[in-house]
């Protein structure tokens, strides 16, 4: 079974700060990564994801993040935080090739830029 | 944007009463889901669809049911709905792509059992 574990259910930055969001995912078969972002009242919108290739994945929106397997750990980063950055961010791992396909999700990390 | 919409929106509903949510994509994408978010515990998998007529149950499915007749139209019904189905539930499809394995997510359909 998969799981994944979102540490801090809000984060609050300021303006032009870094941005640190944490992930830790358990999956029993290599796992393929992802970052979601959901503003108010829309879908979920992929940021980015680890696919086996880089450890070091770059998204949309200046955001990257690096997967590290003996932490099992897919932490999300951005050098500096814009106001529109405000949002939801989930982080999900997939079951890959085992049937379903479907993605785990943590229980999301709200993000507040304050200016 | 990948080509999926969901219908209707928003809606309000009685206890007791039927509900059918619909979910059309236009990327041929062999794979449809449907997940409810609620505060607190993300996304949840309701059920899944790997093929037209081919579906199954995801974590959430009590209450629940799904077809898929033909490839761009999955619905999700609740036979007879409870508060406790008051969500905001979003459809996703995913085909492999050169990375494989994301998926794509619709607007929402955000209901309210009363």
């Known amino acids: 079974a998969q799981s994944v574990t979102q540490l801090g259910s809000h984060v609050s930055v300021s303006e032009g700060a870094l941005v640190l969001l944490r992930c830790n995912y358990s999956?029993?078969?290599?796992?393929?990564l992802f970052w979601y972002v959901q503003y108010p009242n829309q879908g979920l919108q992929l940021l980015l994801k680890?696919?086996?290739?880089?450890?070091l994945v770059k998204g949309i929106n200046g955001f990257e993040a690096e997967f590290k397997k003996s932490e099992t750990s897919f932490h999300l980063t951005k050098p500096s935080a814009h106001m529109s950055d405000a949002a939801e961010y989930f982080c999900?791992?997939?079951?890959?090739?085992?049937?379903?396909?479907?993605?785990?999700f943590g229980s999301g990390t709200r993000l507040q830029v304050q200016p | 944007d990948a080509g999926i919409t969901q219908s209707p929106r928003h809606k309000v509903t009685e206890t007791g009463t039927p509900v059918t949510l619909r979910c059309h994509q236009t990327?041929?994408?062999?794979?449809m889901y449907w997940y409810r978010q609620d505060p607190g515990h993300g996304l949840r998998l309701i059920h899944y669809?790997?093929?037209?007529?081919?579906?199954d149950k995801g974590e959430v499915s009590d209450g629940y049911s799904v077809s898929r007749s033909k490839t761009e139209d999955f619905l999700l019904t609740l036979e007879s709905a409870t508060s406790s189905q008051t969500s905001v539930y979003f459809c996703?499809?995913?085909?492999?792509?050169?990375?494989?394995?994301?998926?794509?997510f619709g607007p929402g359909t955000r209901l309210t059992v009363t």
């Open positions: 680890y696919t086996s290739a880089a450890t």
């Open positions: 669809s790997y093929g037209v007529k081919d579906t």
């Open positions: 996703a499809i995913s085909g492999r792509g050169a990375g494989g394995y994301e998926q794509y």
């Open positions: 999956s029993s078969v290599p796992p393929y």
């Open positions: 990327e041929n994408h062999r794979y």
């Open positions: 999900a791992v997939s079951e890959g090739d085992t049937g379903r396909r479907a993605l785990t």
